[in-house]
């Protein structure tokens, strides 16, 4: 079975300092597929990342940053120069590769920044 | 384009009741998915319509069910309802084709708040 864990439930920083979320997650597929998503207080799931698993990259989005690790099944989010902005519940989550849809996703992380 | 709609975005049953949940895809969009979020289990797959047909369901009972048209809307119904099922009702729609490499980028609407009493 799937399995995500992220074991930070909340987190709070000061505005402009650098957070790190991280992501753990299990699966026996070879191949798969991760994703962040964003829930501001308005409840709506924002997509922000999808990454394959042969994809080791690591990549930027302006001030994201996901850093991929499958020999440590990790797949981490860092926010630089954090905003108010950025205060939400942010969600890793799995999907298979048996031509469905179904995301597992982890418990979240609560991130609040401090102004 | 526009995004993924609900309706009704707020609802208050009572116990025993059944409800019926309506979830608009973006255009173009084949695969509609459905899931629960409640603070004590978080955010759980209720089951997964690509071109009218389930593809996947999740581990809820057959009290939940749903249902995709033609023009790829989907509804959620919840028969006899129990006060656990109070949550927040979340619809995601993507552009999966339904073969393999899937698992496209999925987009969700403002989500259906369900209150039960």
């Known amino acids: 079975a799937q399995k995500v864990t992220q074991a930070q439930t909340e987190i709070s920083v000061v505005e402009k300092e650098d957070v790190t979320l991280d992501c753990v997650y299990e699966t026996r597929d070879t191949t798969y597929y991760l994703f962040w998503y964003k829930q501001p207080p308005s409840g709506e799931l924002v997509f922000l990342i999808r990454?394959?698993?042969?994809?080791?990259q690591n990549e930027i989005s302006g001030r994201y940053s996901w850093n991929f690790q499958k020999s440590t099944s990790s797949f981490n989010f860092t926010i630089t120069a954090s905003q108010v902005v950025d205060s939400a519940v942010y969600f890793c989550a799995l999907s298979d590769n048996f031509g469905n849809e179904k995301l597992t996703f982890g418990t979240g992380t609560r991130l609040t920044i401090i102004p | 384009k526009a995004g993924v709609t609900q309706t009704p975005r707020y609802l208050i049953k009572t116990r025993g009741q059944q409800v019926t949940l309506s979830c608009s895809p973006i255009?173009?969009?084949?695969?509609v998915s459905w899931y629960q979020q409640t603070p004590g289990q978080g955010l759980q797959f209720l089951f997964e319509y690509f071109s009218e047909t389930q593809r996947n369901k999740g581990n809820f009972p057959g009290r939940f069910s749903g249902r995709q048209f033609s023009n790829s809307r989907s509804e959620m119904n919840v028969s006899t309802l129990e006060l656990g099922d109070s949550a927040l009702y979340l619809c995601a729609s993507s552009s999966g084709t339904g073969g393999l490499p899937s698992s496209y980028e999925q987009y969700f609407g403002p989500g259906t708040r369900l209150t039960v009493t």
């Open positions: 990454r394959n698993s042969f994809d080791e």
């Open positions: 255009s173009g969009h084949r695969s």
